[in-house]
């Protein structure tokens, strides 16, 4: 799992905060609005309702025309393998398809499992400690130079090379022991140790060619900012600060091919200039606040030129995320699980969610994928209950025993200070919301939003009593990551959850290789995440995004779109 | 001594006989001061907590204002006196802080003033409570600023030599830095919390007032009384505070109005970035941050907050001009 | 011209404090992106391989010599954030910067001076207390809300479609011609330069008011009155002339806090330059950024105060009996 807040500027970080807590399109669609608004539910259950889309044109597919979509802030590299690297490099380079860079494998949009891409097939060996690829011989850099094993191998030496600047990416290969050529077009992986992740671990390192990172300091090369990949486009045109274009590779090797000529990312850092510039339809996708797709989507300077498609997929290439409140359990007062559940049980998230949210969220219970078999339905949110939860702290020896107002025990009063990144509208209206239910209840919170950095390092020194992020997660994830207690004090388990089971099954899951069995562990250990409440959960959020009429089979797949397969009818091009 | 002390309450009756004259600057400080005056009365003015409360057969004077043991854990969220008690309540019964998300973004009307914003809270209260926050930024920033640029020019002027060079190179150092980027940078740095913007801001402001007392003593410095004063063998530090500071203030004071103007405007800046005072405080800025979101379909966020801001600080600066009028000889008609 | 170096110092040195000893290390921003795969995180080791990488495990006063003696080699290091030179980054946006803040400057003289001594003529007048609260009233509006007011009405939308919404030149702008590339740029800059320049009329104007009342009653003035030459002659040809002379001097004072304003006004407008870079290196804590838009606009604007002292020295006559 990565981080949602992951990238480097803020601009990510508000963007992206603002994403994972604020989804849009759900159970409750209306709101008191008596324009309900017409949506696409990308969810995974009716991925084919379109409304506002255009009628299907005439004929076939055909090429031509640009796509020009807003990023918040610039990207500082394109180079993916560097520390640098964030979601608007992920989303320039990547894409579902690869566009300037790609992977061994692919994930398949329909049936989410692994297909071939660089690689025409692989193999993994009994014990699930060697992996070999076999490559396609037609693969080709957009330079013409063919894309061989050397160029995996260089790839992930490059990664593993502590000179260069790529510490997070290496983490992931940890257990990877050697990679062996075994001939142009065969590569060997051989790992320490089996891992179910293992297989995702090799297939998604983006290719880099060899014979242009080979020469020169791999962390200042200037491909990083002209990169020479094996995807479907080439970066045509950077304008620091304002505009990257990528354009079509006229000789790409690969089958699935894209129709549009040029991506235009054009860098807007203001959220009411990016919807000004979307009503002069001088913009073809944008990503909208739940606030946003309720009062200006619906309008129709908008609606009629937009199709309007709400999806979980955050971003592209993953399947969710959620939000949480995360309560350190070295805390006194966060200790006991009866006081995190009616922490928990003092938050009206079905209220919050239908206001704030417009009801285009829904509540979670643990941290896999909801529409995953991983996740357990059958599980019911812990209502909101203060009187419940004031039993709760009672039991729990959480009285006003000193008549202040505040509840203490042991002589320590329940006072606390409560964390999360600024910048987010949505965040901000929850804590406060927050804030006086628990005044209410005798508990004393601080509100403190910091700034991203001081928030990483604060959250990362354990130096806080409760903290709320949001986390992204891929279509495969491992828990061990957040909930594992070996991670409490180095790892992502920053709230210091541990339990004996937990850690057992999220142990043996990692070498269970058949799935359904795996998705029975996980299943146990979300019981065990809902009983304890290390966090409280928040929301499964929906991305909002608006795409202009003229192009045609815009689908929402359960990891995001797939823009290859858009195009624009001939007499509706724009561009030339 | 006696002479000049004397002197000077001439002096300001004089300023102030010119100040009157000028009926838009009196204008601006009765404003300010009505502003001063909702700060100070705020409970009074917006708020859920009563006035006067008489509730399970006892009574409370002031519970908005002073903490009652019965009360203290007693919510008055939605609260309505029974048949049995008795409650007189401020003019706005909503607490700056309470939300109604079932109520947000909605516009002015008889219940809200001024509109409700995002989480349903009522504008008008905020804005009333916020009126003591802003006003408190502005001026206490700037005395941070006077403070630390009195203490800087007061050395300076007095001392001249290898004291005042250092000094003015610490000045050209400071004028040097552009204001607003140290300031983001102190305040991103540090925690977000109202007494760091003072401080952030007053750090920035201070080399106008240095140099402007800088200026006044190096008048004064050779100036008769001040000479006599040292004759007496009376302590550098009573001679620069006791004899010329006093005649250093004029300038100050109008330095310093001017500087709380601009310290409003820098908090709202703040805000608007996200760096305002953290929540769920009031501030004029951080309802107008508000607007960023909401700009096109909640005026109320926009316009009110607005209002507010722009008239405390064109009358900080009327008031300032007409000071400054009144007080130099040179402009007097 | 000595005096500079001691400033720089001092200048140098406050930044490197301030930015240094600020929590949020940006170690921890970059490593925190993932946890790793697999279940391994954010491994100690991978920390002191980034922290070594950046130069980051030595104390800090050795820290901030090596900076300083890179410095005078105008070597400010590479960004934390891209490893790109500071100085390449900064070369990038600051014409842009330039363009906006010059622009700015100009029209603030062009529109404050004529005001001012509008107001001075007319001292007490309806007209000058009528200017005097106009231009309050503009000081006191916050840039950021009239910058979000004047993009809602006229950059398209709902109301008027005037004006571009965002960066500064059209996407076909390099196929244009000079004039039109010119015009282009012109409408693209023309909100961010009335939002950024609005608020600095009323202090420019104020202070050639109370110049020109001061000249005006000094006797060259009153000797020229007492010649017979008419009231417009003594304003513009003497009076005026000279009471222009300490406003040059503002010219270096102001350039700071127009680059401190840039912050705002550029990321509204998503414009590409220095104001924006500044806030998104304050925000990625992309140290040798900061400490060299800080450093390098602290010179422009040392060099700004020099250049106004000599050109004061220049036409003033009077410094050199002094």
């Not at chain 2, 006044?216 to 620069?240: C, H, I, N, W």
């Not at chain 3, 106004?308 to 006559?317: E, G, N, Q």
């Amino acid at each position: 799992m990565r981080t949602v807040t992951s990238s480097l500027t803020l601009w990510t970080t508000l963007c992206l905060a603002a994403l994972a807590l604020n989804g849009c399109g759900g159970p409750t669609e209306t709101s008191g609005n008596s324009e309900a608004p017409k949506t696409i539910d990308g969810g995974t259950d009716a991925p084919d309702q379109q409304d506002g889309a255009p009628e299907v044109a005439e004929g076939g597919p055909v090429e031509g025309d640009w796509i020009v979509i807003r990023l918040n802030a610039e990207p500082s590299t394109l180079n993916p393998h560097l520390e640098a690297a964030g979601a608007y490099t992920q989303r320039i380079i990547g894409g579902n398809g690869g566009n300037i860079f790609e992977t061994l494998l692919t994930m398949d949009n329909e049936t989410l499992e692994f297909a071939p891409l660089i690689a025409e097939r692989w193999e993994a060996s009994e014990d699930h400690l060697s992996y070999t690829f076999y490559l396609r011989k037609d693969v080709t850099f957009s330079d013409g130079v063919p894309l061989t094993a050397h160029d995996v191998l260089f790839t992930y030496e490059a990664i593993q090379n502590p000179a260069n600047d790529c510490a997070d990416r290496r983490s992931y290969l940890t257990d990877v022991e050697s990679a062996e050529v075994l001939d142009d077009h065969t590569i060997q992986f051989k790992v320490s140790k089996p891992y179910f992740l293992n297989l995702q671990v090799l297939g998604s390192i983006e290719i880099l060619p060899r014979h242009i990172y080979g020469e020169g300091e791999f962390n200042t090369h200037p491909a990083n900012r002209a990169p020479v990949g094996s995807g479907t486009y080439t970066v045509k045109q950077w304008d620091t600060g304002q505009r990257i274009i990528i354009s079509k590779r006229a000789d790409y090797w690969g089958e699935k091919k894209p129709w549009v000529n040029e991506i235009h990312y054009k860098i807007i850092t203001d959220d009411n200039a990016a919807v000004q510039l979307l009503r002069r339809q001088e913009l073809d996708e944008l990503r909208m606040s739940s606030e946003q797709w309720v009062r200006q989507a619906t309008k129709p300077e908008i609606a009629d030129h937009y199709q309007r498609i709400t999806l979980y997929s955050p971003v592209d290439g993953y399947a969710g995320s959620f939000g949480w409140i995360g309560w350190n359990a070295q805390r006194p007062y966060f200790s006991d699980k009866r006081v995190r559940r009616a922490m928990t049980m003092l938050l009206d998230r079905d209220t919050i969610g239908e206001t704030i949210y417009h009801g285009l969220v829904r509540v979670v219970t643990g941290s896999m994928f909801p529409d995953s078999p991983s996740y357990d339905q059958s599980i019911e949110p812990w209502p909101f209950d203060p009187e419940g939860a004031y039993k709760l702290l009672d039991e729990a020896g959480w009285v006003d025993s000193d008549q202040d107002g505040i509840r203490d025990k042991d002589g320590v009063p329940f006072r606390f200070q409560w964390i999360f990144p600024s910048g987010s509208p949505e965040y901000e209206q929850l804590a406060t919301v927050f804030k006086e239910e628990l005044d209410k209840a005798g508990v004393d919170v601080t509100l403190r939003p910091l700034e991203w950095a001081t928030f990483l390092e604060s959250v990362t020194k354990r130096s806080f009593d409760a903290c709320s992020m949001a986390w992204v997660s891929p279509y495969l994830s491992d828990p061990y990551q957040i909930w594992h207690s070996s991670q409490t004090e180095k790892g992502s388990n920053y709230v210091s959850f541990i339990n004996e089971e937990a850690d057992q099954l999220i142990v043996d899951a990692r070498t269970e290789f058949d799935k359904e069995k795996r998705d029975a562990m996980y299943r146990r250990f979300h019981a065990i995440l809902h009983e304890e409440q290390p966090y409280t959960f928040l929301y499964n959020s929906k991305r909002k995004v608006v795409i202009s009429n003229r192009f045609q089979n815009v689908t929402p797949y359960t990891l995001g779109f797939d823009m290859r397969e858009w195009w624009v009818p001939v007499a509706e091009q724009r561009y030339k | 001594m006696a002479d000049q002390s004397h002197k000077s309450q001439g002096y300001w009756r004089l300023v102030w006989r010119q100040f009157k004259q000028r009926k838009l600057a009196l204008a601006s400080v009765v404003l300010l001061a009505v502003l001063c005056f909702v700060g100070l009365i705020a409970p009074f003015l917006a708020g859920e907590v009563p006035i006067y409360l008489e509730k399970d057969d006892k009574s409370y004077l002031l519970p908005n204002v002073f903490s009652y043991t019965d009360l203290v854990s007693f919510s008055f969220d939605g609260w309505e006196p029974g048949p049995d008690d008795t409650a007189i309540r401020p003019l706005i019964p909503y607490a700056p802080e309470r939300s109604n998300l079932r109520h947000r973004l909605e516009p002015p009307s008889a219940e809200h003033w001024l509109g409700t914003d995002d989480r349903g809270r009522d504008v008008m209260s905020r804005i009333i409570w916020g009126t003591r926050i802003s006003m408190t930024v502005g001026v206490v920033a700037m005395g941070i600023a006077v403070l630390i640029g009195v203490i800087a020019g007061s050395l300076a002027g007095y001392y001249g030599g290898a004291v005042d060079a250092t000094i003015l190179r610490i000045i050209e150092v400071v004028l040097c830095f552009p204001t607003f980027i140290l300031i983001l940078s102190l305040i991103a740095f540090l925690d977000p919390s109202i007494y760091n913007i003072m401080i952030a801001i007053g750090l920035t402001r201070w080399p106008d007032v240095a140099r402007l007392v800088r200026g006044e003593f190096l008048k004064l410095r050779s100036a008769d009384f001040t000479t006599a004063a040292r004759a007496t063998g009376l302590s550098d530090m009573r001679v620069m505070f006791r004899h010329l500071l006093p005649n250093a203030l004029a300038p100050v004071l109008v330095a310093a109005t001017f500087g709380v103007a601009g310290a409003i405007l820098t908090e709202s800046a703040l805000s608007f970035l996200g760096f305002g005072v953290p929540p769920p405080t009031a501030s004029w800025g951080e309802i107008l941050k508000q607007s960023k979101e909401n700009v096109e379909f909640a005026y109320w966020l926009v316009i009110f907050p607005g209002i507010a801001i722009f008239m405390t600080v064109t009358a900080f600066n009327l008031a300032g001009e007409g000071l400054r009028d009144a007080m130099d000889p040179r402009l007097r008609q | 011209m000595l005096l500079i170096i001691p400033t720089f110092i001092g200048i140098s040195l406050i930044t490197f404090i301030i930015v240094q000893m600020a929590p949020g290390s940006p170690i921890f921003l970059k490593l925190h992106k993932a946890g790793g795969a697999g279940g391994s995180a954010v491994t100690q080791e991978a920390i002191e391989q980034t922290k070594k990488l950046y130069g980051l495990d030595k104390p800090l006063p050795v820290r901030y010599v090596l900076w300083l003696g890179k410095l005078v080699t105008l070597d400010f290091g590479d960004s934390y954030k891209d490893h790109r030179p500071v100085l390449e980054k900064i070369g990038e946006t600051l014409p842009i910067t330039i363009q906006l803040n010059l622009t700015a400057l100009f029209l603030i003289y062009l529109i404050a001076i004529p005001l001012g001594v509008y107001s001075a003529t007319h001292q007490h007048s309806l007209g000058d207390t009528l200017v005097t609260l106009v231009l309050f009233i503009l000081y006191s509006l916050p840039s950021f809300w009239v910058a979000m007011l004047l993009m809602y009405f006229l950059c398209g939308g709902a109301h008027l479609n005037l004006f571009p919404a965002a960066g500064v030149s059209s996407y076909d702008a390099d196929s244009l011609g000079w004039a039109a590339w010119l015009w282009d740029r012109v409408w693209h800059l023309i909100l961010p330069v009335g939002c950024l320049s609005y608020a600095g009329f009323a202090g420019l104007s104020r202070y050639t008011r109370a110049g020109l009342i001061e000249t005006i009653r000094q006797d060259y003035v009153r000797t020229a009155r007492a010649y017979g030459f008419s009231e417009r002659t003594i304003i513009y040809r003497y009076a005026l002339r000279n009471s222009l002379i300490p406003i040059i001097t503002l010219l270096g004072a102001l350039i700071p806090s127009l680059i401190g304003g840039s912050v705002i006004i550029e990321s509204i407008f998503s414009i590409p330059g220095m104001g924006k870079l500044a806030f998104e290196a304050i925000l990625s804590r992309d140290y040798p950024l900061i400490m060299g838009i800080l450093s390098i606009t602290a010179m422009l604007t040392l060099v700004g105060l020099i250049l106004s002292d000599i050109l004061y020295a220049m036409v003033d006559p009077r410094i050199k009996f002094s």
